[in-house]
């Protein structure tokens, strides 16, 4: 595989992201790039998953065992999360956080499977975070009234002195942003150290034990941290405005 598909994939060795195939649409060039053929991977890994867990559950019995006990780990770890920090709002954002947490996660770690992160590509990361910034603001606009909405955008002055409007407007349109730089910035920061290691280094030097300590740093710590993250301050923020 090819085209950088794989992070660690032998002499050529680089972070970019690359063209797989294009193709034409209505006369425009569509490229298929590297992060896409990753999120394929991510996809399928997480489609495999989810059949052979439904098929599970679907014969599960009162003492769990084996691949149960994983099932039911997960879910109660990620319901005890999102209850933890959203309250009685949490049904509600069991199924989006959870969705977007094993999405991010498994796209993170994938480094550890010789792939290059599709997290480390801002349109993955951006897109991502557009979707927790229209969930904000439909929240707020459900649960808040509009003279609600005014005096926040005006604070910490009165309503009727919009001194500070276009800052707070400012820093909400830099919510998306933040995010998706944030898990960006990481992951990406990871792939070029990683790559640099086994571009640079002689292989023999490069493959005696010390890839094993970055990527479990790089990749599974980080990768975790930045998850939690990610998906912590989506919290905050959609349960701030309801």
Request: charged share 10%; with cysteine.
């Amino acid at each position: 595989m090819g085209h950088g598909i794989l992070l660690s994939g032998g002499a050529e060795v680089d972070f970019n992201i690359h063209g797989v195939f294009q193709y034409s649409f209505f006369g425009h060039p569509v490229w298929i790039t590297t992060s896409h053929v990753c999120i394929l991977m991510v996809m399928l890994i997480l489609v495999v998953f989810a059949i052979v867990a439904r098929r599970c559950m679907a014969k599960a019995t009162d003492v769990p065992g084996g691949f149960q006990n994983v099932v039911e780990l997960i879910v109660e770890k990620l319901d005890g999360m999102v209850g933890g920090s959203m309250g009685q709002a949490a049904p509600k954002y069991y199924n989006y956080i959870g969705t977007i947490f094993i999405f991010i996660l498994v796209s993170n770690i994938s480094g550890l499977l010789g792939l290059r992160p599709p997290t480390a590509d801002y349109g993955v990361t951006l897109p991502l975070a557009i979707l927790t910034f229209s969930l904000i603001h439909y929240n707020k606009w459900k649960y808040q009234k509009p003279l609600t909405i005014w005096t926040d955008m005006c604070s910490p002055l009165p309503p009727w002195l919009p001194i500070w409007l276009p800052i707070n407007v400012i820093s909400a349109v830099a919510v998306p942003i933040s995010l998706s730089l944030r898990l960006f910035a990481n992951m990406l920061a990871g792939t070029i150290i990683m790559a640099l290691w086994y571009g640079i280094i002689p292989i023999v030097v490069a493959k005696l034990g010390i890839p094993a300590f970055l990527h479990a740093y790089l990749d599974l710590f980080s990768g975790c941290i930045q998850t939690y993250v990610f998906c912590m301050l989506t919290m905050v923020y959609v349960d701030d405005k309801m």
